[in-house]
């Protein structure tokens, strides 16, 4: 809705039947949207286990049965189910699988550090933080400025968003590198400022595999930290490990960074959604005492000083 909302035409959700989302009818009903004329369901929820309650799959098979085309970012495969695809068979329509990653990847090349123009990754200090929104903000900003930028996307929102892309937690492992090579390699044809979606965080005891494979794989020459204001451990976690500071985290991923590109961390994004506005505006200007680097909210106040932060190392 926010990177991609002329591409909406109405909005699924049963508990707010009649009202409207920045001008985007909400209904009930699969039929109540036909009148929009959509070409495409989008799976806009993460469910519990990343798998199809028994009343999402009644409400797919309605999808496909009215020619609706469907778009699917959960771990479980449309594909693999043999009612929905026969059904779509029958229909003429698309099972997309976001997720789904490419059958021949392999391992990282070398070509990453042939891509020209710039790659910067975001990092982060947790999951779930911001990552994303961060990359697409300071793209968006970019691309607003006439820089030839480009939105790399890693995950199945991202790739929903600008309809390219590998979601690199589906990768094999020893892939994940290749996998980000491929990805700035293609971006690198797309333009000269690559925004490349970080995933995980380096010291999540779950998640840092995916981080430290887009790390090497696409071989940044610069990083954006991500950090949520008020989060103290890391999500998801069961030894609820604590996050750690904003200058032990810059240290740590200049250090991990490929010896034949050894990236900097150029500015901190940080997400103060679920504090006021004094308290962001002083969390911004800690953040920056702490590290040494500009730092700011790019949704809540912009991303241009971030921009800025990165145009002045490019």
């Given at each position: 809705?926010?990177?991609?909302?002329?591409?909406?035409?109405?909005?699924?959700d049963t508990k707010r039947v009649g009202e409207t989302e920045d001008g985007v009818p909400i209904v009930g009903r699969v039929e109540d949207a036909l009148a929009f004329d959509p070409n495409t369901a989008l799976v806009g929820v993460v469910t519990q286990g990343g798998r199809f309650p028994?009343?999402?799959?009644?409400?797919?098979?309605?999808?496909?049965?009215?020619?609706?085309?469907?778009?699917?970012?959960?771990?479980?495969?449309?594909?693999?189910?043999?009612?929905?695809?026969?059904?779509?068979?029958?229909?003429?329509?698309?099972?997309?699988?976001?997720?789904?990653?490419?059958?021949?990847?392999?391992?990282?090349?070398?070509?990453?550090?042939?891509?020209?123009?710039?790659?910067?990754?975001?990092?982060?200090?947790?999951?779930?933080?911001?990552?994303?929104?961060?990359?697409?903000?300071?793209?968006?900003?970019?691309?607003?400025?006439?820089?030839?930028?480009?939105?790399?996307?890693?995950?199945?929102?991202?790739?929903?968003?600008?309809?390219?892309?590998?979601?690199?937690?589906?990768?094999?492992?020893?892939?994940?590198?290749?996998?980000?090579?491929?990805?700035?390699?293609?971006?690198?044809?797309?333009?000269?400022?690559?925004?490349?979606?970080?995933?995980?965080?380096?010291?999540?005891?779950?998640?840092?595999?995916?981080?430290?494979?887009?790390?090497?794989?696409?071989?940044?020459?610069?990083?954006?930290?991500?950090?949520?204001?008020?989060?103290?451990?890391?999500?998801?976690?069961?030894?609820?490990?604590?996050?750690?500071?904003?200058?032990?985290?810059?240290?740590?991923h200049e250090r991990m960074s490929l010896k034949l590109r050894p990236a900097k961390v150029t500015c901190v994004a940080l997400n103060t959604a679920f504090v006021s506005e004094d308290e962001a505006r002083a969390a911004i200007a800690d953040a920056e005492a702490e590290t040494g680097l500009?730092?700011?909210?790019?949704?809540?106040?912009?991303?241009?000083?971030?921009?800025?932060?990165?145009?002045?190392?490019?």
């Amino acid at each position: 809705m926010r990177y991609r909302r002329e591409s909406v035409v109405a909005i699924l959700d049963t508990k707010r039947v009649g009202e409207t989302e920045d001008g985007v009818p909400i209904v009930g009903r699969v039929e109540d949207a036909l009148a929009f004329d959509p070409n495409t369901a989008l799976v806009g929820v993460v469910t519990q286990g990343g798998r199809f309650p028994a009343d999402w799959r009644a409400l797919l098979r309605t999808c496909v049965a009215n020619g609706l085309d469907l778009e699917n970012g959960l771990h479980v495969r449309l594909t693999d189910d043999a009612e929905l695809a026969e059904l779509a068979r029958q229909h003429d329509v698309e099972l997309r699988d976001l997720r789904e990653p490419p059958t021949d990847l392999s391992t990282a090349t070398g070509a990453n550090l042939e891509v020209g123009g710039t790659i910067v990754l975001t990092v982060g200090s947790d999951c779930a933080i911001g990552k994303m929104t961060a990359t697409c903000e300071l793209d968006l900003e970019a691309r607003n400025r006439g820089l030839r930028s480009v939105f790399v996307p890693t995950g199945q929102t991202g790739i929903a968003i600008a309809g390219w892309g590998i979601a690199v937690d589906a990768v094999v492992s020893d892939f994940i590198a290749g996998a980000a090579e491929r990805l700035v390699v293609e971006g690198g044809e797309r333009g000269d400022l690559l925004w490349v979606e970080g995933q995980g965080a380096i010291l999540h005891p779950i998640y840092s595999g995916v981080t430290l494979g887009l790390m090497h794989g696409s071989a940044p020459h610069l990083y954006v930290l991500c950090h949520e204001v008020g989060r103290t451990h890391v999500e998801g976690d069961a030894t609820h490990s604590p996050v750690p500071s904003l200058a032990e985290l810059v240290d740590l991923h200049e250090r991990m960074s490929l010896k034949l590109r050894p990236a900097k961390v150029t500015c901190v994004a940080l997400n103060t959604a679920f504090v006021s506005e004094d308290e962001a505006r002083a969390a911004i200007a800690d953040a920056e005492a702490e590290t040494g680097l500009p730092a700011d909210d790019p949704v809540r106040f912009g991303a241009g000083k971030l921009l800025d932060a990165v145009l002045e190392r490019v």
